[in-house]
């Protein structure tokens, strides 16, 4: 079946403009995760959502950035002003359940994001 | 210090050789533990897990906790070129905790 997908998949964008980042996770996964990785700072997590609620948004590193989803399916991560530190892969990933200890967490491909 | 540490690398080893990844953390309550793997420009894929201390093997793949140590492992037996990746270990305190991650290795088996 299909995996998570996320759009764009590179994403080139001047300083100080608005981006949003688009993920569309598997069919029925009720949890849906953001990550940040950048080059030696491994994954950071940014905000966790079980179903349309953000129990977790403790990662998010500052309130330029934000993150909704609807439906209970696809969820934007936008960054307001961007900056040169947020140029990072971003990845999203979804789990079946969220709540349990041996939840799997499946992963997409990225965003790259490169603020000039 | 951070939560999780991992040999930073990069890592490089001839086909066929046993390679060690290892990973230590601070946090006492992590008790589910995984490793992932990444190929480049691809997003992590878990490799395995476990939940206790002591040996779990997969195929070539033997994941090792020691929680009196702090101290995870991840052996590759018979390394392959197709193994070249980043293996990122990761950690999880409990059902409603965020997975911690090790920072990652990037490990390049030479044919």
């Known amino acids: 079946g299909a995996g998570v997908s996320q759009s764009p998949s590179n994403k080139v964008t001047e300083k100080g403009k608005d981006v949003e980042l688009r993920c569309d996770p598997i069919?029925?996964?009720?949890?849906l995760y953001w990550y940040r990785q950048s080059l030696g700072q491994g994954l950071e997590f940014l905000i966790y959502?079980?179903?349309?609620?953000?129990?977790?948004k403790s990662g998010l590193p500052s309130d330029r950035f934000s993150a909704e989803r609807t439906g209970g399916s696809v969820s934007t991560l936008t960054i307001q002003r961007t900056q040169q530190e947020d140029s990072a892969v971003y990845l999203c990933a979804s789990s079946l359940y969220g709540l349990q200890l041996t939840d799997t967490q499946y992963f997409g491909p990225g965003t790259r994001l490169t603020v000039l | 210090q951070k939560e999780v540490e991992q040999d930073p690398g990069p890592l490089s080893v001839p086909e066929g050789a046993i390679v060690s990844l290892n990973c230590t953390y601070s946090?006492?309550?992590?008790?589910?533990f995984m490793w992932y793997r990444q190929y480049s420009r691809k997003g992590p894929e878990l490799l395995m897990y476990?939940?206790?201390?002591g040996n779990k093997e997969d195929g070539r793949f033997t994941a090792q906790v020691d929680k009196s140590s702090k101290y995870i492992s991840l052996f590759i037996r018979d390394s392959q070129p197709s193994d070249s990746a980043t293996y990122l270990c990761a950690m999880r305190a409990g059902a409603n905790s965020k997975l911690t991650f090790g920072k990652g290795i990037t490990l390049s088996v030479r044919p």
């Open positions: 946090n006492s309550a992590f008790q589910y």
């Open positions: 069919s029925g996964h009720t949890a």
């Open positions: 959502f079980q179903g349309n609620s953000a129990p977790d």
């Open positions: 476990t939940y206790s201390s």
